[in-house]
């Protein structure tokens, strides 16, 4: 394993959310730099790594805690594979809606750590929306809960979006509660290529029951997926009259990554306009939900350009993977949010020694 | 205690004299939100803007003085509650609605703004705001926002957390923060998210950035009669159970329907032990074979007189009896006590049981009126506060609905909050660490203890018990 040319000194692969608490906290006393990895899908993001001590593996945490179908929640150790959590909730015909790109081999705590999200968000939003409870381990090596598994939750303060998106910087995920949702009973993809993709798109985001999915590529294709009862599916696919694609193009599609691979997040009348000045390379976009991924031969000119624009929009450019020599040249990031010294101060709170991936967060 | 003259002065002069409150007599009126565990404040203060917000706050912050934001003060759980005295900070002149973007589908608030002035100015452009609270014509958005409010709608929706897409805030040193923004995936720490349902202990909440939805294409409102609340549970789960999740799907005992009916004549029948009403909205074509499905496993789990609304005035009817459910319940005795549990959906029947034997056991009667769907209860313990000795028993009625919700894998609440209703049950969900990993979020945010103090969190200063709480009907006609 390496990790911005840093390869760890060891590699702990502890078998229960205790054993990794403990290992966490061990390390931390010692003054060790600890990383926690998942399923490695995206150990790219974020600046380069300072240090690389311990690298804190979730791969034997992978149990399914609790699976109940009448209430549509599951709860799941963090190395689990969306693919093996998403295998068994399929069998009782459910699913969560997450999809990142890079896939296969994204486990559930690293998806949600990194928030990274895919297609599927258009309808079902990040995990953010549906996450209902956390088990995190501390640098003091203690574990914290919070929310729990009812779908519908209050009581204190919702952690659980603290650590979304967090790249580990405050704890490691070891275990997360979700609100799961029923299987559709009718999921059809359609595909159109056009001269202008992006008015296509948007007659398919405004149709009365919108796409669960729509995704646009450089190429000029749209691809839809609409999802529902059989009437509600077949009336809109009729008004959209497009053709039939087949269900695979999905997987194709989240498939899609690169070594340099950078994400643009806009609001979502915005994001037309930044594409479209995007100098070269490839790219594929959310347009519902203000989301493109720019791929290719990115050199730092480029990004600090395509980045301005993106800040400029109220939105940001963030690189997911890229050489060292990228990160340290434009920052994985872009500027600062305006609230970083709130952050840094409950970085503080969480990881004082800056035990977890020095270097690498935005704190 | 009064607060020194000078400091008096000092408001008077931020917000001008008019809108300091701090007579004895007027003081009263803020005394209590939607329970009545009152605690008078030192003054009220209602600020005009976001710079007489912070000018409150760092006043405030430099004589420490507690500060408690209040928006309508219709909560369930005391957050508005001067426990320690102080300064009420008072939001309801900031209730602008500043934008609607009927193309980005948005709306920016002040916090003062009534939920349902927003469903009516977002309704002029064929949009609406999902989190439709049962006191919606009166909660703030606000106020929404600090407590991260439910309501029937939520059970397809989401909750206010989910539709918040950024907040000002002010933090306790009188700085000003906007979380959040338009653009998904923020760079840095979620703290919006963190903000949202903080119960105005981490700041207070100056505007409001949410996201509105297309008005669905059609609507189907069903109400269905059961024998027994036992048989109504089960049909739930079992709709849940086929993966079908309506837009609303709540639940009214028998308790309930008699008082309802008197006062509304939704047209529940009084011989119900239970009765759902059930929402589908979307496409017509997904409402009508959705609804078909919905009755066809209503009647498997013994629905009788089943009916479907046949126009926008019977499904109004129907839902004003559902959501003004709780004032109708003053007929029966003139004070309740709300709980807020959730559980997972299959355990209703089981906590069904256990609070009516609860209720039974303490000769109290209880209105079951709730979310269904989602699994949250609302079990109102009904009783007369002139009757010696009766607050206990509701206390401990109250304290057992709980445990037994606990004891079933639920919370202490889905959509009220915490407050001080709740907060020395919270251990009995979360271990010491999970609370220390919350209080070091308290601790940046708010060092001096300052905001809201008492809330939340077991009170050392407060006896670890229930104090005193219930809320007069009369008052209460919008739930």
């Known amino acids: ?363 | 205690m009064a607060l020194p003259r000078s400091v008096l002065g000092e408001l008077r002069r931020i917000v001008g004299d008019r809108h300091v409150v701090h007579e004895p007599n007027d003081l009263r009126i803020f005394e209590r939100d939607g329970s009545i565990s009152g605690a008078v404040p030192d003054a009220v203060v209602l600020p005009g803007d976001r710079e007489e917000v912070v000018a409150v706050v760092r006043l405030a912050a430099r004589h420490s003085i507690p500060v408690v934001p209040r928006g309508a003060g219709t909560g369930l759980s005391g957050g508005a509650i001067t426990l320690r005295g102080g300064i009420a900070l008072q939001l309801s002149r900031m209730r602008r609605i500043v934008e609607i973007d009927p193309v980005a589908r948005t709306a920016l608030v002040e916090p003062g703004v009534v939920n349902s002035d927003l469903q009516q100015a977002a309704g002029r452009h064929g949009l609406f705001y999902a989190p439709d609270p049962s006191s919606q014509k009166a909660c703030t958005i606000g106020g929404n926002a600090a407590e991260n409010s439910g309501g029937p709608h939520c059970l397809y929706y989401g909750v206010t957390t989910n539709h918040v897409t950024g907040l000002e805030m002010v933090f306790a040193d009188g700085s000003v923060a906007w979380l959040g923004g338009d653009a998904p995936d923020r760079v840095g720490l979620d703290l919006l998210g963190v903000a949202v349902g903080s119960e105005g202990t981490l700041g207070t909440i100056t505007r409001v950035k949410v996201r509105l939805l297309p008005l669905p294409e059609s609507v189907v409102t069903l109400m269905a009669a059961f024998p027994t609340i036992e048989s109504a549970s089960h049909a739930v789960s079992d709709v849940i159970g086929h993966g079908i999740v309506p837009a609303a799907l709540e639940m009214m005992d028998q308790v309930t329907i008699g008082a309802v009916e008197a006062h509304y004549r939704a047209g529940y029948p009084l011989d119900a032990g239970a009765v759902l009403l059930v929402d589908v909205d979307g496409l017509r074509e997904t409402c009508d074979e959705l609804s078909s499905e919905i009755e066809r496993l209503l009647r498997l789990n013994e629905a009788t007189g089943l009916r479907v609304a046949a126009d926008a005035d019977e499904r109004e009817l129907l839902w004003a009896g559902r959501k003004g459910a709780i004032g109708a319940l003053g007929r029966i005795r003139p004070n309740y006590y709300l709980h807020d549990g959730v559980v997972p959906r299959t355990r209703l029947p089981d906590v069904l049981r256990r609070v009516t034997e609860i209720g039974e056991h303490y000769r109290l009667p209880v209105a079951n009126v709730f979310h269904a769907g989602d699994g949250n209860l609302h079990p109102n313990i009904l009783f007369d506060l002139r009757q010696p000795g009766v607050m206990e028993q509701v206390e401990h009625a109250g304290e057992e609905m709980l445990r037994s919700v606990v004891e079933l894998g639920g919370t202490l609440s889905g959509e009220h909050g915490i407050g001080i209703e709740k907060n020395a049950f919270m251990p009995w969900i979360y271990g010491p660490d999970d609370l220390d990993a919350m209080l070091r979020l308290k601790r940046v945010f708010d060092p001096t203890g300052m905001l809201n103090p008492g809330k939340i969190f077991p009170d050392p200063e407060s006896e670890p018990r229930l104090v005193a709480r219930a809320g007069f009907c009369a008052e209460a006609r919008w739930w």
């Open chain 1, 1 to 363: 394993m390496v990790v911005d040319g840093l390869t760890p000194g060891r590699v702990e692969t502890p078998s229960t959310p205790e054993q990794l608490a403990e290992a966490l906290g061990t390390a931390a006393a010692a003054g060790e730099s600890v990383v926690p990895v998942g399923g490695g899908r995206a150990l790219g993001l974020g600046d380069a790594l300072e240090r690389f001590d311990v690298a804190l593996e979730t791969s034997r945490l992978t149990r399914i805690l609790e699976m109940s179908q009448a209430d549509l929640t599951v709860s799941a150790e963090a190395g689990i594979t969306m693919e093996e959590l998403n295998a068994e909730l399929g069998g009782v015909g459910q699913f969560l809606p997450m999809d990142p790109f890079n896939s296969p081999g994204h486990t559930v705590g690293g998806v949600l750590a990194t928030g990274l999200s895919g297609p599927l968000r258009l309808r079902y939003g990040s995990p953010r929306d549906f996450v209902i409870g956390l088990r995190v381990a501390l640098p003091d090596g203690r574990l914290a809960s919070s929310g729990g598994r009812v779908v519908k939750n209050v009581s204190g303060y919702d952690l659980n979006k603290l650590h979304q998106g967090a790249l580990g910087s405050l704890g490691v995920i070891v275990a997360a509660s979700f609100k799961v949702f029923p299987r559709p009973l009718h999921d059809v993809t359609l595909e159109t290529v056009a001269e202008d993709p992006w008015r296509d798109a948007e007659r398919a985001l405004r149709l009365p029951q919108p796409p669960v999915a729509a995704e646009l590529t450089r190429d000029g294709r749209v691809l839809v997926r609409l999802a529902g009862s059989r009437v509600a599916v077949e009336r809109m696919a009729a008004e959209l009259g497009w053709s039939q694609a087949p269900a695979e193009r999905w997987s194709d599609h989240s498939r899609r990554a690169s070594e340099t691979w950078a994400r643009i997040s806009v609001p979502p009348g915005r994001l037309r306009a930044l594409v479209a000045e995007l100098p070269g390379g490839d790219w594929w976009a959310s347009p519902g939900v203000g989301v493109a991924h720019w791929t290719g031969d990115l050199d730092p000119e480029s990004v600090r350009l395509a980045r301005a624009a993106a800040e400029q929009a109220g939105g940001s450019l963030v690189l997911m993977a890229a050489s060292v020599e990228l990160k340290r040249q434009v920052g994985a990031w872009g500027s600062p949010p305006a609230t970083l010294d709130w952050m840094r101060r409950v970085r503080d709170a969480f990881d004082p020694a800056r035990t977890l991936s020095p270097g690498r967060y935005v704190t």
